[in-house]
């Protein structure tokens, strides 16, 4: 079996294997967008909590100040009624006025942290129905991911021992490619490709992954089952299918059969 070959049994194994992967994956991703998302609502309850905890103890403090004004407002009154003279009179009930007019001012402010700390609860339990709903979506969520994983193990297990003898039968160098492409190739780009036919007559063939016409040079390496070739343009290390390769070799043989024919006549 030639180096392709042997390289080429890595890479079915290892397509299946990320083929499998990959439903647990999008379960795994979606799982974890629906975490960050709960986690995101989470953190705006706490950030209104502790907004209408600090409006909660303001409103507490106005109360109090109220009390203490209105208090202050009897005596007022009381030494107002009593005073000896009217200059005292007088000016007793500029204070009291004075001590009516700031406690009015604190209690507008108190009524307008009341409407505050009123939407902001009504938000703050809206949030909270949030956290509740995505809560359950990501509890689905990890089921479905559990289950996936639970689904694929035995055959993964299965297909990483497989993955393991056919990686045994790879020459070194070769498998030092591979590896190479694997971790430099995108999502989109193939560590593999088959060669296509565009012309059999013409000798031309196309790399599968990027459609650059393949040199005839490593077309026919392949076709001897030689060194490793790669796509000039994407760089997949080229293969040839079986099935092609016995087309090929068939036409040319039968090429061969009848040009030898002809010449004996
Ligand atoms: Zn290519």
């Known amino acids: 079996m030639g180096v392709t070959s042997k390289l080429l049994n890595l890479y079915r194994v290892d397509q299946q294997l990320s083929g499998l992967k990959r ?48 208090e202050r407002m009897l005596t007022l009154r009381d030494r107002a009624n009593t005073a000896q003279t009217s200059k005292e009179h007088t000016a007793l009930l500029t204070e009291l006025n004075t001590v009516k007019a700031d406690k009015t001012l604190i209690e507008e402010r108190g009524l307008g942290r009341l409407t505050e700390i009123d939407s902001l609860r009504t938000a703050l339990a809206e949030v909270e129905a949030q956290i509740e709903q995505r809560g359950k979506v990501v509890e689905v969520a990890k089921k479905d991911r559990d289950e996936r994983e639970t689904e694929i193990r035995d055959r993964v297990e299965e297909l990483e021992q497989k993955r393991e003898a056919a990686r045994a039968e790879v020459p070194a160098a070769a498998l030092a490619l591979y590896e190479e492409r694997q971790n430099v190739a995108s999502d989109d780009e193939e560590v593999m490709a088959a060669i296509e036919e565009l012309s059999r007559k013409d000798m031309e063939y196309t790399c599968g992954a990027c459609y650059t016409i393949v040199p005839a040079e490593l077309t026919n390496r392949l076709l001897q089952r030689g060194d490793l070739s790669q796509c000039g343009k994407c760089h997949a290390i080229l293969y040839i299918e079986d099935g092609l390769r016995d087309e090929i070799q068939t036409a040319a043989d039968k090429k061969r059969a009848k040009n030898a024919t002809a010449q004996s006549r």
Do not use: I, P
């Open 23 to 70: 439903k647990l994956k999008a379960a795994e991703r979606y799982l974890n967008a629906q975490s960050a998302q709960r986690d995101a609502l989470q953190q705006q309850a706490e950030t209104l909590k502790s907004q209408l905890r600090q409006l909660e103890a303001s409103a507490h403090n106005d109360e109090q100040e109220v009390n203490s004004m209105e």
